[in-house]
């Protein structure tokens, strides 16, 4: 069960847009839509932000974005707010019946 | 809806620790569940699903055979009984419900586990 690859560190300026990576294999992000997104800042739980690939929670800004291709998904960041500083995860269901986390990304605000 | 985890704290190596997961503001009995942890300092790591009746459980390498997850729908109420626990076991545990077994949608506060001698 080898992590999902994530950049570890992502930095923008405010209304700039970045693009987070998340590589898995073909037993994982490759033959499903079940890859999810979540933000978490210092000291908090984690937040779903997307979810089946494409999919925004309600309340969650529209200036998330994720895709898929083949065995990587992307999480885009558009308009970047100071808010957005945070750390990221991707997950993915496995074709072994778990879960697979990135290892995360530190997003940073210039 | 809440979700607060309880039973964390310091423990020796080779000792047990017992978790609970209150919920509130949701039908517990038709969610499955999981929980997840978070090493001091680094990144998340799936543990254990179960389904919302009980009888289909999933665990991860590094929990099967030591951790063994269960629920009293009655209670709506989560656990997770952690035996021979490491020093690597130190984190904190989240809570988490389960949507369409897909992805995690409500998470707990966590509670601190801490094994050391």
């Known amino acids: 069960q080898s992590a999902l690859t994530q950049p570890a560190s992502v930095s923008g300026s405010p209304g700039q847009s970045i693009t987070i990576s998340c590589t898995g294999t073909?037993?994982?992000?490759?033959?499903?839509?079940?890859v999810s997104w979540y933000q978490q800042h210092p000291g908090k739980a984690p937040k779903l932000i997307i979810y089946e690939v494409t999919n925004r929670p309600s309340g969650v800004s529209d200036r998330f974005s994720g895709s898929k291709s083949d065995n990587t998904a992307s999480l885009t960041i558009s308009g970047l707010q100071p808010e957005d500083e945070a750390d990221y995860y991707c997950t993915s269901y496995t074709t072994s019946r778990t879960w697979v986390f990135g290892g995360g990304t530190k997003v940073t605000v210039l | 809806v809440q979700l607060v985890e309880t039973g964390g704290g310091s423990v020796e190596p080779g000792g047990s620790l017992r978790l609970s997961c209150a919920t509130s503001g949701l039908p517990f009995r038709d969610y499955y569940m999981s929980w997840i942890r978070q090493a001091p300092g680094k990144g998340l790591q799936w543990l254990s699903y179960i389904s919302s009746s009980g009888t289909t459980i999933y665990y991860a390498d590094s929990a099967r055979g030591r951790f063994t997850i269960s629920r009293d729908n009655a209670k709506n109420s989560l656990y997770l009984q952690m035996n021979s626990l490491r020093a690597e076991d130190t984190a904190v545990y989240y809570c988490?419900?389960?949507?369409?077994?897909?992805?995690?949608?409500?998470w707990g506060q966590g509670t601190l586990v801490t094994v050391s001698s």
């Open positions: 073909s037993n994982d992000i490759g033959p499903y839509k079940f």
């Open positions: 988490v419900t389960v949507i369409r077994g897909e992805y995690f949608l409500h």
